[in-house]
């Protein structure tokens, strides 16, 4: 168990709707990375949060947004939906922005799967 | 820009067999390095990291690394897998090329093992 927790970890809709992925880092860890991973595009970056700001952002796409709120878990709200958005979604978090002490250890949530038919 | 190459995107090997994993990167100053790994089904986890020190370090369940400087390289070992090592296995780097609060890890897309039992 690493100790970040994501909520839900299946999840199936349709085209067109909107669905919000909710993650609990670590306790005590200020950053929350969000990640997309695919068969065909592999382990994609989204974007990083560091207690509560945006602190880095990868190829997450404009229908996504996502944001860290006062207690520091991070929601990833995905609009739009289309078929290609179905893959995991992993939250992972770290102590620090990436460089300090962690040196950039993350430690990952189990996904949550979203199915987009 | 930052990257991570993983040479191997499948590796099929039967057990007892060495596994060797290849990672380069792009960036000569410091660098922290890891890898994770991902069972099927289960979220990623660390293998192992290096920080700085004696160059091979050693992680869970039997894998090392060593790193060569000279080569850009952070290559994965284990002397005899096991069918319960098929996984995917991410290197990932993360460097001094971007300061303070915009370091941030850099993935490989990945190398997907198979051990045959």
């Known amino acids: 168990d690493s100790g970040v927790t994501q909520t839900p970890k299946h999840l199936i809709t349709a085209t067109g709707q909107r669905v919000t992925l909710r993650c609990s880092p670590r306790?005590?860890?200020?950053?929350v990375y969000w990640y997309q991973q695919s068969l065909d595009q592999g382990l994609q970056f989204l974007i990083q949060y560091y207690n509560g700001e945006e602190r880095a952002k990868g190829n997450i796409l404009e229908r996504f947004s996502a944001q860290q709120f006062p207690d520091l878990h991070s929601e990833l709200n995905l609009s739009s939906l289309e078929l290609g958005d179905s893959a995991l979604y992993f939250c992972?978090?770290?102590?620090?922005?990436?460089?300090?002490?962690?040196?950039?250890?993350?430690?990952f949530g189990e996904g949550s799967r979203l199915t987009v038919l | 820009a930052q990257s991570v190459s993983q040479h191997n995107h499948h590796v099929i090997l039967s057990e007892a067999a060495s596994l060797e994993l290849g990672c380069n990167y792009s960036y000569g100053g410091t660098v922290n390095l890891f890898w994770y790994v991902q069972y099927p089904g289960q979220h990623l986890q660390l293998l192992l990291k290096y920080f700085s020190g004696d160059p091979l370090v050693k992680g869970i369940k039997g894998f090392e690394a060593e790193f060569i400087k000279s080569k850009f390289s952070f290559n994965l070992r284990k002397p005899s897998v096991q069918w319960s090592d098929t996984a995917e296995y991410f290197c990932?780097?993360?460097?001094?090329?971007?300061?303070?609060?915009?370091?941030?890890?850099?993935w490989g897309l990945g190398t997907s093992l198979a051990v045959n039992p």
């Open positions: 306790s005590g860890d200020l950053s």
């Open positions: 992972a978090s770290s102590v620090s922005t990436g460089g300090g002490a962690s040196g950039g250890e993350l430690f």
């Open positions: 990932a780097v993360i460097s001094d090329y971007n300061a303070g609060n915009n370091r941030k890890l850099i």
